[in-house]
């Protein structure tokens, strides 16, 4: 059974800085490139960063601020997140896709990232 659980979500202020984590768990993680993804209400789920075995690619309006990173010895998925904004705030999805076939993803359950003024 194939696992994703995002954690560290919460309440800051602006400024302020949150850490998520992904644990993977029912795939061979290595085989996977993972990504972050964000959903605030009453708008479409938008990349926030993701990583493969060797690259990184980020969302235009979290360039510089965020950094994503992995950890293949522990299944997971990190992303750190600096100098929040209100504009920030959304609940935050883990996702791992297959490198070899697109089709094959899976997504976390989420968690809710608010960013206060």
């Known amino acids: 059974q194939v696992q994703l659980v995002e954690s560290g979500g919460g309440l800051v202020q602006a400024g302020g800085s949150l850490r998520l984590s992904c644990a993977v768990s029912?795939?061979?993680?290595?085989?996977?490139?993972m990504g972050w993804y964000r959903q605030a209400p009453g708008k479409q789920r938008e990349l926030v960063a993701a990583?493969?075995?060797?690259?990184?690619n980020y969302g235009d309006s979290v360039k510089g601020r965020f950094t994503i990173s992995r950890d293949n010895a522990k299944n997971a998925v990190y992303l750190q997140m600096n100098s929040l904004e209100p504009e920030d705030t959304a609940v935050y999805y883990c996702?791992?896709?297959?490198?070899?076939?697109?089709?094959?993803?899976?997504w976390g359950q989420g968690t809710q990232v608010t960013v206060s003024s």
């Open positions: 996702n791992a896709r297959w490198r070899y076939n697109s089709l094959y993803y899976y």
């Open positions: 990583v493969s075995s060797s690259n990184t």
């Open positions: 029912g795939i061979s993680f290595s085989n996977y490139d």
